[in-house]
């Protein structure tokens, strides 16, 4: 009974057309293990995955599995910046960014902050990966027939975990840099003249530096490299490619190289907040059928494959379409039967740079209210492609990251991020059928978080609804 339970039926029917008029129809039947009961998937002409379950446990599973089907390098590159093995496919080069993800990985308790997103979130999450890796499972039995960037890196798709899911490398960070800029400046040409320069309007804030602040530390050393390298975007280069006859010639590739520099000169050339997603609502009393409308303009960049990912999930409480990240499951903007949604982010400040005193007779002690306090240290090893692995020092005070180390002025510093916390991971929940249900939180912490992500609504009666990015729970509007 329990193999004939775990080998349930998934049924995926793509349909092609246009228009009104169906070309061709597609029927597939597997038996997929983990499945609880039988699943359809229904693909329409966009490529669309219209997923039809009897269980939650299935949507979500199915969800996971047919997302990963069609998306399983961009999972599996995922996959790598997450874990910190990035080096595997990369080689020395990505030494750094592992380093950094390693140190910034969330480390708290996972039951936690699954359900943090949903009451089931942990199931709903724990679905997802399952599915995620019974796909992988069936792409691993003919690896010759992976997608043509496996090949080309000479990697095959690695098995994922709930840790996956909740990984905060593509969350939308950032106000540090902007005050370690700010402080590096007061600290060259000091605060009257940076308030000349810099655009405050309408604040008059405070740019006196904290009498601990060493100026010469601040401004000749690179104390946020292991952030930045785990934030900056991933690039292959033609020494990635395992088959020399396949790589772009060095000319070529430069000549990319530089555009691509280019146009990232030209955007840090516009201040971040010039370059803002939006959201607005039109009442129903505006508009000729009566119904309230929104639109929603989140600005994420345009890349190949896409950052987005559209799906239809229909099971017990849940009939829900939109888009959101393929990684993630559920729906981060869209629409059920009695309400629409969609986000926006706006900043706060969400970060925050800690300088301490170290202890002369052991660096690994900082000093707290008068005391010196052990940081807490972790060892891991980065397996790195053409190379020796190496074992990295992942080092934490009460507050954060240890980032850098200026042994020659006794100091540490060390970032403390809201999105640490959990719920700071970019995955929010949806609405499911019933009207009135919850939204769940959205991510990070009221003090502290980075960019707070702001949910916008609107409901069949017409009735709007905002709801700001914190550690809180919001409940919707009964509609």
Not at 303 to 322: C, E, K
Request: proline share 5%.
């Amino acid at each position: 009974m329990s193999n004939m339970k775990a080998m349930q039926c998934l049924c995926v029917i793509v349909t092609m057309g246009s228009g009104a008029l169906t070309l061709a129809q597609e029927t597939t039947s597997l038996g997929v293990p983990g499945l609880e009961q039988p699943v359809e998937i229904l693909k329409d002409k966009w490529g669309i995955s219209h997923i039809y379950a009897q269980t939650e446990h299935d949507l979500f599973f199915a969800q996971g599995y047919s997302a990963a089907r069609d998306r399983l390098f961009q999972f599996e590159i995922w996959r790598a910046q997450t874990t910190g093995t990035t080096a595997e496919i990369l080689g020395p080069k990505a030494l750094q960014r592992d380093h950094g993800t390693r140190l910034f990985k969330f480390r708290g308790d996972m039951t936690a902050e699954m359900n943090h997103y949903h009451p089931r979130g942990a199931a709903i999450i724990t679905a997802f990966v399952q599915g995620v890796n019974a796909y992988i499972n069936v792409a691993l039995q003919n690896p010759q027939e992976l997608s043509l960037p496996f090949k080309l890196l000479g990697i095959q798709p690695q098995h994922w975990t709930e840790e996956v899911v909740i990984s905060r490398h593509q969350g939308l960070l950032g106000n540090i840099g902007t005050e370690y800029n700010i402080g590096r400046a007061v600290c060259t040409i000091g605060a009257d003249k940076v308030k000349e320069l810099q655009y405050f309007h309408p604040h008059d804030p405070d740019l006196t530096l904290d009498p601990m602040i060493n100026c010469d530390s601040l401004v000749s050393n690179d104390i946020l490299g292991l952030y930045n390298a785990y934030r900056a975007p991933l690039r292959f280069e033609p020494d990635d490619v395992v088959l020399a006859a396949n790589r772009n010639a060095d000319e070529l590739f430069a000549e990319i190289a530089a555009l691509v520099l280019q146009e990232d000169q030209e955007l840090n050339k516009r201040h971040k907040s010039d370059i803002g997603s939006n959201n607005w609502v039109v009442s129903g009393d505006l508009t000729q059928d009566g119904w309230p409308m929104m639109m929603n303009d989140p600005h994420r960049a345009i890349s190949v494959p896409s950052l987005r990912y559209w799906a239809h999930l229909v099971g017990p409480g849940w009939n829900v379409i939109g888009g959101g990240e393929p990684e993630i499951p559920g729906i981060s903007i869209g629409h059920n039967e009695q309400a629409a949604w969609g986000l926006t982010i706006f900043e706060t400040d969400g970060e925050d740079l800690y300088v301490y005193e170290t202890n002369p007779a052991n660096p690994n002690q900082y000093r707290y209210q008068g005391q010196w306090e052990d940081m807490r240290i972790l060892e891991e090893t980065i397996n790195i492609k053409g190379a020796a692995s190496a074992t990295v020092q992942l080092k934490y005070t009460r507050h954060g990251p240890v980032t850098f180390e200026d042994a020659a002025n006794n100091l540490a510093y060390a970032i403390r991020p809201a999105w640490m916390e959990i719920g700071g991971c970019a995955v929010s929940r949806v609405p499911a059928r019933e009207p009135g249900a919850n939204l769940g939180r959205v991510s990070g912490s009221n003090e502290l978080q980075p960019y707070s992500r702001r949910k916008y609504g609107v409901g069949r009666s017409g009735r709007q609804y905002w709801l700001a990015g914190g550690g809180h729970r919001a409940t919707a509007a009964q509609f």
